[in-house]
């Protein structure tokens, strides 16, 4: 029966997670970053430790270095959050198709 609370516990976590990621914004699109679909997979453990999978627009990107910072020190902020760590990929590339709905009404891609 704990292991149920945990469960529960993570995925509570899990989602005020999301909700912090839902306040960093990408400097040059008015969207942010949750919606753009830059975050491909948050996973947090039993010890409330977090690893987010996360792309960029473009290898290039101007905030290459800082967004993930960005990512890593808000998300620390979160109480209940033992330790962060974001990992960068390119695999798979980011495209518009990846960005959510919202996203795409907001910039009038619909």
Known sequence: ??????????QALG????RVIK????PE???DIYELGLIYDVLVNEDTE?????TLTSPNCPVAESLP???????KSIDEIKDVEVEITFDPP???DLMSEEAKLELGML
């Open 1 to 10: 029966m704990s292991e149920e609370i945990t469960n529960i516990d993570t």
């Open 15 to 18: 989602e005020k997670i999301v």
């Open 23 to 26: 306040t960093i914004y990408d």
């Open 29 to 31: 699109i008015p969207v």
């Open 50 to 54: 977090v690893k987010i999978l996360m």
């Open 69 to 75: 910072m960005e990512v890593e020190e808000k998300v």
């Open 94 to 96: 980011w495209t518009k």
